[in-house]
Each structure stands twice: as C-alpha cells, then as structure tokens.
C-alpha cells in the first residue's frame, strides 16, 4: 500500500533534489575550468570599464586588451583582468542557483536572473576597482591582501546573501516533492 510522504521527508527529498540539480549544474563549470576556457571580450569590457573609471577619477589609466597601466606618485602598474577576475564562477553559481531552486513561476526564476547576474557583475566590477585604488594608494602590497581576503570571499557572501533574500521572499513559492511509495 503506497503511503504519502511525512511533511519533513518531502522537505529532505526536496532539498536532496536541489542538490542533486545544483551539483549536475556545476558540471559545465567545472568543464571550463578543465579545458581552461575564457572569453576574452568579457575581460576586455571590464578593463575597458575599470580604465574609463579610473580615468574619471583623474589617474592616469590605458589599457591593453584586458591589462589596464595606471600610475600614482611615480609608481606604474600594470593589472591584468584575468578569466576568474571577471566574477564569472559567481555569476555562474548564482544562475545555477536560481535553476535549481524549486520555485513554482518560471517568470520569477528569470526576472531574478535578470536582476541578480547584474548586480554581481556590478559588485564584481567593485571589487576590482576597489582593489586598484587600494594599490594605487598603499601599493601592490595591500592588493593581495584586499583581493584575496576581503573581495574574494566577500563576493561569495554576497551570492550567498543575494539567493538567500530571494529564497526568504519566494518561500511561499517553493515546490515541494511529491512522491508516494
């Protein structure tokens, strides 16, 4: 005789799917990180921005293709957005997120999307900004220290706390497994 589920066994399995879902959607990831994929317009954009930005603030800035130079008090230095400096791994794991989160509206899945990808290329672009300006003032000896403590693990934070008040406002939304057996 088939039983429906407890309540707290719906509530396990339905987070064991999203896992399960989260995990094969970080396959593709994991695959770009293998072959050593990148897409060098992304890295260029951010240069370019980062470069224009400096320049508004009045440092001398050029560029060349993802590498920016700038200068401070007779000081050069040459910062090269890398693949993995353009927050993609965040941007990826956000959407992954979203995808395998069991919300009921399609709809509100992509109109999350279309707001949390930008804001973390917008923090991202922040971070690497920031990490400039640190450098430029206090030299490359703090810029590690900023990119690595404060910038890396923050923008972790932050699509930890951007899916999570999603999560919290979409709570009356969420699917829930159901499976008899």
Do not use: C
Request: avoid cysteine; hydrophobic fraction near 55%; aromatic fraction near 14%.
């Amino acid at each position: 005789m088939a039983r429906k589920l407890q309540k707290k066994e719906r509530k396990l399995l339905t987070i064991l799917l999203f896992l399960i879902k989260f995990n094969l959607l970080a396959i593709p990831m994991y695959l770009v990180i293998y072959f050593d994929l990148s897409f060098p317009p992304l890295q260029n954009f951010l240069a370019t921005l980062t470069k224009n930005s400096l320049a508004l603030l009045g440092y001398p800035a050029a560029q060349e293709g993802s590498s920016i130079i700038t200068a401070n008090k007779n000081q050069f230095y040459s910062i090269e957005v890398s693949w993995d400096s353009t927050g993609w791994k965040s941007m990826y794991a956000l959407l992954a997120l979203a995808i395998a989160t069991p919300i009921k509206s399609l709809k509100k899945k992509l109109k999350f999307i279309g707001i949390a990808i930008p804001t973390i290329f917008f923090i991202n672009f922040l971070r690497i900004f920031t990490t400039i300006l640190v450098a430029l003032h206090y030299g490359l000896n703090y810029f590690e220290i900023v990119h690595t403590l404060l910038w890396r693990e923050g923008l972790i934070l932050a699509v930890v706390l951007i899916w999570g008040v999603w999560l919290w406002n979409e709570k009356n939304n969420l699917v829930v497994t159901q499976i008899y057996h």
